[in-house]
Nanobody, 113 residues
Framework: VQLVQSGAELRNPGASVKVSCKAS????????IHWVRQAPGQGLEWMGT????????KYAQKFQGRVTFTADTSTTTAYVELNSLRSEDTAVYYC???????WGQGTLVTVSS
C-alpha cells in the first residue's frame, strides 16, 4: 500500500485548499482513508474519514461545515478540501489507512497573509 500526497501549499486567510492523496498497491475501495493533521509543535489531530466505495464521510465536529472529503475511484485518489482558512490551519496534513499502517508523506499547508 502506498499513499502519495500533493505538494506544499501556501494560502491567504479566507482561501481554500485541496490536498490530494494518490493510493496504489491495493484495491482502492477496500479501506477507509483517514485525514489527520499536525500543527507546528502540536500532536496529531484527526479530521475525519471517507469510505472510497460510496464516498460516505464522517467529519470531526471541529471541522464540520468547513471540510469536504472526496474520493475518485477512476484515479484512486482521495482529496481533502478545507475552506475559510485561518492561520491556525497551518499544519502538515496526512492521509492514512490505519489497518495497514500506511501513511502519505504529508502536505504542508501554510496559511499566511
Amino acid at each position: 500500500v502506498q499513499l502519495v500526497q500533493s505538494g506544499a501549499e501556501l494560502r491567504n486567510p479566507g482561501a481554500s485548499v485541496k490536498v490530494s492523496c494518490k493510493a496504489s498497491g491495493y484495491t482502492f475501495t477496500t479501506y477507509y482513508i483517514h485525514w489527520v493533521r499536525q500543527a507546528p509543535g502540536q500532536g496529531l489531530e484527526w479530521m475525519g474519514t471517507i469510505d472510497p466505495e460510496d464516498g460516505g464521510s464522517k467529519y470531526a465536529q471541529k471541522f464540520q461545515g468547513r471540510v469536504t472529503f472526496t474520493a475518485d475511484t477512476s484515479t484512486t485518489t482521495a482529496y481533502v478540501e478545507l475552506n475559510s482558512l485561518r492561520s491556525e490551519d497551518t499544519a502538515v496534513y496526512y492521509c492514512t489507512i490505519g489497518v495497514v499502517h500506511a501513511w502519505g508523506q504529508g502536505t504542508l499547508v501554510t496559511v499566511s497573509s
